[in-house]
């Protein structure tokens, strides 16, 4: 059983900063790549960062705010968010590519106040 587990979302104002961890659990190998989505309401999903061994990536609108690492010993990828905006609110998750098969966690809300 494998699980991907979110944390760190919670309310912040704007300009401000949150780190989101995303561990994993279970019998899952070969992971490439990691990601994290979002997805506000009445919106859909999201691609807003992503890491594999290739290449690093982020969305446009959060280049120069936000980035990815991962953690291979702790089996952990964090999203460090800085400069926070009201449009950033949304619910964050994580994504993982094992041979072919997407698994996700369940998702951490981070709401940003103006």
């Known amino acids: 059983q494998v699980q991907l587990v979110e944390s760190g979302g919670g309310l912040v104002q704007a300009g401000g900063s949150l780190r989101l961890s995303c561990a994993r659990s279970g019998s899952i190998s070969n992971i490439d790549p990691m990601a994290w989505y979002r997805q506000a309401p009445g919106k859909q999903r999201e691609l807003v960062a992503v890491t594999s061994s290739l290449i690093t990536s982020f969305a446009d609108s959060v280049k120069g705010r936000f980035t990815i690492s991962r953690d291979n010993a702790k089996d952990t990828v964090y999203l460090q968010m800085n400069s926070l905006k009201p449009e950033d609110t949304a619910v964050y998750y994580c994504?993982?590519?094992?041979?072919?098969?997407?698994?996700w966690g369940q998702g951490t809300q981070v709401t940003v106040s103006s």
């Open positions: 994504n993982a590519v094992s041979r072919g098969i997407s698994y």
